[in-house]
């Protein structure tokens, strides 16, 4: 499986952005993606899943009410719209796939397959 992030950039807070994550090879309906953030000096946080067929998605309490993750199957591609944004959001995001149970989806060590991170910065 091959993941390829996109869309990050510099916004003023209050902003929005729409951060994309193409995948490639073979992915199971119960597998999730998950969109991950890490500033520097900070672990690694879950931000957002999504269950490969769509069924299930799942917000940290920090983003909920203002990013929506989903996917689009004509092109196997997950997006995470990310509107309202704060400085605090500043961070580099990556995607990941893998196949933990819906329990422990938030945990980054159960992802197998990582794409390159994407920085987003929110200026205040």
């Known amino acids: 499986v091959q993941l390829q992030a996109s869309g990050g950039g510099s916004v003023q807070a209050g902003g929005s952005l729409r951060l994309s994550c193409a995948a490639s090879g073979r992915i199971f309906n119960n597998w999730f993606i998950g969109w991950f953030r890490q500033a520097p000096g900070k672990e690694r946080e879950f931000v957002a899943s999504?269950?490969?067929?769509?069924?299930?998605?799942d917000y940290a309490d920090s983003v909920k009410g203002r990013f929506i993750i989903s996917k689009d199957n004509t092109n196997n591609t997950v997006h995470l719209q990310m509107n309202a944004l704060k400085p605090e959001d500043t961070s580099v995001y990556y995607c990941?796939?893998?196949?933990?149970?819906?329990?422990?989806?938030?945990?980054?060590?159960?992802?197998?397959?990582w794409g390159q991170g994407t920085q987003v910065t929110v200026s205040s």
């Open positions: 990941a796939a893998g196949s933990p149970t819906w329990a422990r989806a938030r945990d980054n060590r159960l992802y197998r397959n």
């Open positions: 999504i269950m490969w067929s769509g069924t299930r998605t």
